[in-house]
């Protein structure tokens, strides 16, 4: 009896340090950026072979928030902040727009095509990104040439992409939602004298309201991170944060301090909506993950 | 249930409003670059031709027998970016999956902390690309890097090594990857050891089973299912790795850690062989394809067996 307490013991030790194993693996490279972030100028360039003894440490020797308070110099920081902000803004309104009116219809009417549309929703996903990128650059191209409007380096351009990209995950996660939502209620609002749109708008819309918030921040989201796409089709006028904090290491030298206050600033939008939605986000990927 | 809402075509107009701007914005932005995509493939589109790529000439498959010669330039590098992708895959998928399922395993036994440790996890998946990779570009510097001091420190290397260029530059990224990409697999198959009805272990026990054996025969093939889909999507996605690469070591990563869609890149953006860029992007696209099939194909095979 006691071998077998003290057997549990042990395991409960052991558990227990497995668990702190994992945060610990975890949470290091965090620890790496907040403190990369405080460090001095001196510091992130030196090493011992420089200066003796230096060596990288946890720890910085004199924390400084100077890479926050000079994050904007060597690099735009706040004007690549501004152009994500009003990208992936832009890209939220549109996608969920969009994306809730396509999966009402699929949840609500039987029409013909349905499943052919659903089936070419899903296989886009599989597709490699790169492929459409040549003909992207090309046909942006050509349209700014022939009709002078361009969409290269432009918000619209990027919003426009990056909806399309939102859109069959937000339209398949949102017909499952919609799925949820008993046909009754709109049938009774219908019969009670709304229109169509009316009962979405006023009846079922309320109801999905954590699908419909889970949907816009993926697409928030998606805008805010992407890389390949902005690294070829941004410029200027709308270089986001995802490929702009590349800037901070050059073949010159680097700013890694200026870098890490970057990926902690830029990291704030995301995390904030993560932690708003974090319950339906996850039982988003874990259906669509397991629902294949 | 539906039928009572209308069963003819005509009714259903409503419907095809609701969902026309969604199949245009599709069509304007997967499907016809798609086509283009094929277009651009067979024609000798390049920095010349490019201002009038719409009239380019006409090269049939030149531009995929490039890509698939092994003796030219381009078609050795493409193979060699083959390569890097199955090896940069079958690592990342394996360690991932391996920690997944054992930080699964963790998280479903009863401790305090449980939830907050649930929550923890998510972090590496939620933070961004750009943040992740470029922090782990700074753990991996040479000199004031975190990781060489404790390789030095504890005699492992002798100096400081140069990890992001050349041979090693590959599993650098394979380490962030793995960082990155486990959490997902732990949560999916959290979802899944959570839905698994715990009286099938209680009869085990009874029947004196040991704990690795209702492993074996209980948790293992309950988990099957979704390992498979998850096994595929992380195929799928590693195949078409980009970020990490391209975020870690640049635009030339060098031919030791290239990669399939960093070569693309390169090929169209910097050499401006847009052709060729192209048709390797289509035979990128077979590769997945088979795959995906195959695996498919393997799989109804083995669930038929059990069945039988």
Not at chain 1, 177 to 189: K, V
Not at chain 2, 147 to 162: C, D, F, I, K, M
Request: aromatic residues 12%.
């Amino acid at each position: 009896m006691r071998r077998n307490s003290s057997r549990k013991a042990a395991g409960r030790v052991l558990l227990y340090l497995a668990v702190l194993f994992v945060a610990l693996v975890v949470l290091m490279p965090y620890a790496w950026m907040v403190s990369g972030s405080l460090k001095q100028t001196l510091e992130l360039q030196s090493s011992d072979v420089m200066v003796p003894g230096m060596r990288p440490s946890w720890i910085p020797r004199r924390p400084t928030l100077e890479n926050y308070r000079n994050v904007n110099r060597s690099v735009p920081m706040l004007t690549y902040f501004a152009h994500s902000m009003v990208i992936s803004t832009g890209t939220m309104v549109v996608a969920t727009a969009l994306s809730l009116l396509a999966a009402y219809a699929l949840s609500r009417f039987p029409f013909r095509g349905r499943d052919v549309y659903t089936v070419s929703v899903l296989a886009t996903q599989m597709l490699p990104g790169i492929l459409f990128l040549i003909p992207y650059y090309l046909i942006f191209t050509l349209i700014s040439r022939r009709t002078g409007f361009p969409l290269r380096d432009t918000y619209w351009g990027m919003i426009f992409t990056y909806t399309s990209f939102a859109l069959p995950f937000s339209i398949v996660m949102l017909r499952s939602y919609l799925n949820g939502i008993p046909l009754e209620i709109d049938e009774q609002a219908m019969i009670d004298g709304c229109t169509r749109f009316r009962a979405l708008w006023q009846i079922v819309l309320p109801l999905a309201t954590p699908g419909i918030a889970a949907v816009a921040i993926y697409s928030f989201i998606m805008g805010w991170n992407e890389v390949l796409f902005a690294s070829v089709l941004t410029g200027r006028q709308t270089r986001t944060v995802a490929v702009g904090i590349m800037d901070y290491v050059t073949a010159t030298g680097a700013n890694w301090g200026g870098m890490m206050a970057a990926c902690i600033i830029i990291s704030i939008p995301v995390l904030i909506m993560f932690t708003v939605m974090q319950r339906y986000i996850v039982e988003g990927l874990v259906s669509g993950a397991t629902k294949g | 249930m539906n039928r009572r809402l209308g069963a003819g075509l005509g009714r259903h107009r409503t419907a095809y409003i609701m969902i026309l701007p969604a199949v245009l914005a599709m069509l304007l932005v997967h499907y016809i670059p798609m086509l283009w995509g094929f277009y651009i493939s067979v024609h000798d589109v390049n920095l010349f031709t490019m201002a009038n790529w719409t009239s380019a000439p006409f090269v049939g498959i030149r531009n995929f027998v490039a890509g698939f010669d092994g003796s030219t330039a381009i078609g050795a590098r493409a193979f060699r970016s083959l390569v890097n992708i199955v090896v940069y895959s079958v690592v990342t998928i394996t360690a991932g999956y391996v920690i997944g399922l054992a930080v699964a395993l963790l998280l479903n036994q009863e401790f305090r902390g449980r939830t907050l440790m649930r929550g923890l996890i998510l972090l590496p998946y939620i933070t961004p690309d750009s943040v992740a990779y470029n922090v782990w570009r700074f753990i991996f510097q040479s000199r004031i890097g975190i990781l060489n001091r404790y390789l030095v420190q504890s005699g492992l290397v002798a100096e400081p090594t140069v990890w992001l260029i050349g041979k090693s530059a590959l599993w650098a990224v394979v380490v962030a990857s793995v960082w990155k990409g486990w959490p997902f697999a732990a949560l999916v198959l959290l979802a899944a050891l959570q839905k698994i009805p715990q009286e099938l272990y209680e009869a085990c026990r009874v029947d004196g089973a040991s704990s690795w054996q209702q492993f074996w025969c209980i948790t293992l093939p309950f988990l099957r299912p979704v390992s498979v889909t998850l096994i595929l999507m992380s195929i799928l996605w590693n195949f078409n790795a980009f970020n990490q690469f391209f975020i870690m070591l640049g635009k030339d990563p060098g031919v030791a850690a290239e990669v399939p869609s960093t070569l693309i890149l390169r090929e169209a953006f910097s050499n401006f062989n847009y052709g060729i860029g192209s048709a390797l992007s289509i035979i990128l696209m077979m590769i997945l394809l088979v795959i995906t099939v195959i695996y498919l194909r393997v799989l109804k095979g083995t669930a038929g067996s059990e069945e039988v």
